[in-house]
């Protein structure tokens, strides 16, 4: 940690010039229309009521229809969703819901009719999530976007509740696992049909500070950066384990308990920033995945997870922290069956540093009674006795570079004084927490804690003498040149992710082969990704950040640069399986 932060938090990537964004609601009216018809489509958070005020005031529209009016009844809302919304406090079930079901029966008829009969000449506005359900050829369609991790934030300040729901004083929890089964898949189906018709984007991240691109300009952006390697934006988050490394090494403000999570390479709740002159355009960064999957992705896996982004890395911070709940992921027939995924979170634990004591929880003890060990649970749920963590669970030193894969039904967890860089597959909320070392969230509440649904999924044959042999620095060499040597770590047969280590004091050669491919420099000031024939321009790679390398990108290399010159730098690379690099 004694080091000089240069982690970048406020990544972009560079796709035009300053005039090709209207910034300011003056600049972003001077763009529309001033007559017909207008629908400005909303993703479920954007401030609908800021923006309609702002545009009404310059564009003085003659009708005015924000379309939440017309949603069923919260009341009726709620049991509509009820069955899949279900009364866990964490798990729902995917569903097929469309922001059209949010209407009241036979409302967007008569709408449609009203837009119809709009008087020639002036403009009607119609605006909020489902307007352009309400377009009709003719009509400019503008689109507001907005990144999930602001939702978030919206939704811990009571400023917003769930589209239609009633619920912004409600609790955090419940509004986040409404919006995850629920509405953001809802409206993520209306994005993806109306994304090559719109005719502007709006980033509505920020109402006091709008930026508007016309959507040829970020359909073309978004071409290119598909063909280029590029960062997300992180974000980062307190947790009762949170620790501080992060503080140091990211460069973060003191201004919270710990910091406990970095979350930068989560696509479907980071940012994307699109740099045009010195303005910062934000949209979700799963927007390049819906609208480019085979380039972003490759064929194989768009073929295997259609237009997902299977592989996500974040920070785990416990260093002057305290342990990670003991936990256990679903297996793909439950999470399947139970949930509605069609696959699971296998994931592993790459440790960045640790401690001098540091270790990780991983499988299960020789001779445990699964009886006696699930019988202990559920008493510690009780709280009549602390769990006695260390008589049922296999304990491993952990320092520096080490790998711990943990596939589906695996009991795991990071203990304290660790800074764990955890390669997973997605579905990220599904952890079954068996044991939270009898603390509270930040909240002062109990976390949620599911020993059923953990028991259900726990493999207890993986015990200390398995989990030795097939999950803890599985490390075998694949392939070396001149300054550079190759070792997969990972993951374990079970899982999709495949992991390879490349240490470097020259320029390593690499591929993305059929794969998308997220990698993190683990080792090393700094390095510099460049492309062989000058596909793209040189991108300087951090200590600790996360980098996506696009499978359109093909061939790429990697050097220690700046200060990291003449010394061995590392990378961990995570692609998805397909086959090829078997051959």
Known sequence: ???????????????????????????????????????????????????????ARRLAPAEMIDVRELYRPATELRELFASYLTDDRVFGRMNGFTIADYFADGVLEVARDRVEAATSGALTLVIGPGASLLARPGAVLVYADMARWEIQLRFRSSRLGNLGMANETGDFASKYKCGYFLEWRAADRLKKQVWERADFFLDANDAARPLMIAGEVLRSSLARVVRQPFRLVPYFDPGPWGGHWMEEVCDLPKDKPNHAWCFDCVPEENSLVLGFGEKRFEIPAIDLVFSHPRELLGNPVHARFGAEFPIRFDLLDTMGGGNLSLQVHPLTEYIQEEFGMHYTQDESYYMLDAGSDAKVYLGLREGIDPDAMAADLRKAQEGDVEFAAARYVEQWPA??????????????????????LEISATPYIFTFKLWDWGRLGLDDRPRPIHIE?????????????????????QTRPVAEGAGWRAERTGLHERE??????????????????????????VQGEEAVVESPSGAF????????????????????TI????????????IVVASVRTGEECR
């Open 1 to 55: 940690m004694a080091r000089t932060p240069n982690y970048d938090k406020h990544p972009f990537v560079l796709c035009g010039d300053a005039e090709q964004c209207a910034g300011g609601w003056d600049a972003i009216a001077a763009r529309l229309p001033k007559a017909g018809l207008l629908c400005v489509e909303s993703y479920p958070g954007a401030d609908v009521g800021s923006i309609a005020q702002e545009l």
């Open 537 to 556: 321009a040189p991108f300087h790679l951090h200590y600790a950040e996360t980098m996506i390398v696009p499978a359109a990108v093909g061939a790429w």
């Open 496 to 521: 999709f992710i495949d992991v390879i280590r490349y240490w470097f004091t020259g320029t390593a050669p690499l591929a993305t082969g059929k794969s998308v491919q997220v990698l993190n420099l």
């Open 453 to 473: 649904h953990g028991l259900a999924n726990i493999q207890w044959n993986r015990t200390t003498k398995w989990t030795r042999s097939n999950l803890v620095n």
């Open 559 to 570: 050097r220690p640069a700046g200060k990291a010159e003449g010394t061995e730098c590392a």
């Open 399 to 420: 320092k520096r570079h080490d790998h711990f894969l943990i596939p589906a039904g695996t009991v795991h967890c990071s203990g304290k004084d660790s800074m764990v």
